[in-house]
């Protein structure tokens, strides 16, 4: 019994499955969804046209009398004697017939007229309602075959061409040859026909049409819908978004267009963006050029028409000129390289290097900067060795930018902490030093082109203001990221690689 059971319940699930499966296919198929509803509706179509045909009958009703029953019933009777008077091989069976006629007739009840003729026309038997005693036998019989022919037996007949039916059978009695003729006016029977005629066929087009756009009524407006969204979008107005109803075609359409129009949207955004920071490129790269240069054209102009007094004047006023002129080249050289990080062509030359040794050689070359400047470097490395894979030199630039900015900046005891480690297999840099005190929103535009801390331009003594923001593009390029964080008086840079590292 629990056999029986599970069976059942298998075969529940299993017919479960299929109408959930077919549903879905419905759904997600306009084509199986207007077929499917054009079945529907002829099928409710042809329903209610059938429905209707009761009280439609009696508009289309026809009434007909068929005497050919009756005519086979007389047909029936004479044929029923002729078998007993030839088995019989006398004339006693058609008197028989005879007899039950006449008394028909006494009775005032339906009979028939039976004549019995020799082969000149003589009549030797015959009904009580028959007056004749002598016939034109060919007359007869002819008259007798135009009717078959004209009203054939296997044809029914109406009322208005009832009239006497005459049966002829020629029978041998005794080696004589006999005639039989019996006449009659058949019994009629009423017969009552319908036909259907165009009504039903109306209603069932009409009713057909009506469900059919009744039913496609949501479908027109989805895709109505959609034409007015792609009218909308077309005008420009690419934050329009189309509703989205249904799995089919037109939802899948749908939403395209509204990824269409996002993408769009995205991509001039993306433009306009791109001119934006362009523009400001070209502000600001037009602001730091033209102090520099404005200062050098200053001093050689004052070079040139000699106003100094003396050597040692002159001096100065060469040696600031060539400062100047250094500072300007450093500035065009951050720019090209920005322009060329940002390159989204640009192809990184990678290779499996050691960090720790690529940090000990790069801070050992920086020592005598920083003991200039009173600063010292204090190295907090893992004792393995770890390895990344990338472009050594684009990243050298990253950390001597970081290195020489902590050089320059530091406060304090002038202490530069740096810091390798390996964490979740990823490689962590980490670049610290005590600082002035920085904003939350000084933090968060520290990586931006040209941005200072002090928001000034007038000087390039403090660098292009670009070196942050090509240390980001570079270890973005590695698929790496670069943070900041002040805290406490210490500023700290985290550069964090992905788990391309081995170690050796």
Known sequence: MKKIINLIEYLLDKLKMLIVNAI????????????TTFIFCAFLGLIVARATLPFLGNINETTTIDYNPGMQQINFQVQRALDMTVYENNIEALQQMIETENIKLEMKQSALKVLVTDESGKVLYKTKQAEEEQINLHNKIG?????AINQP???????????????????????????????????????????EGPIPSLIAIAVFT????????????????LAKGVKEIAKGNLGYRIEKKGQDEIALLTDNVNHMAEAIMTNIETERRIDKQKNELITNVSHDLRTPLTSIMGYLRLLREEKYDTKEQYDEYLKIAFSKSEQLKNLIDDLFEYTKITNESIVLEQQEVCINELLDQLIEELVPQAEENHRSFVKSF??????????????????DNLLMNAIKYSTGNGKIEVSLGRKAGNVHISVANKSDEFTSEELMNLFERFYKKDQSRTSVAEGSGLGLAIAKSIVELH??????????????????????????
Do not use: C, W
């Open 210 to 225: 009506f469900s059919f756009f009744y039913i496609t009524k949501r479908k027109m407006k989805q895709i109505e819908a």
């Open 382 to 399: 893992s004792e393995e060795r770890i390895f990344a894979t990338l472009d050594s030199e684009k990243m050298v630039r990253v950390f």
């Open 24 to 35: 879905t296919k419905v759904r997600q198929s306009i084509r199986i969804q207007l077929l």
């Open 153 to 195: 037996l296997n044809e029914p007949t109406v009322e208005q061409s009832r009239q006497e039916y005459i049966a002829f059978y020629p029978l041998t009695i005794d080696d004589k040859n006999l005639y039989l003729f019996v006449s009659g006016i058949p019994e009629g029977v009423i017969i009552t026909s319908t036909t």
């Open 479 to 504: 698929d790496g990221k670069i943070d900041v964080n002040y805290t406490e008086g210490i500023l700290q840079f985290i550069i964090v690689l992905p788990a391309t590292i081995k170690q050796a």
């Open 143 to 147: 008259h007798v075959m135009d009717y």
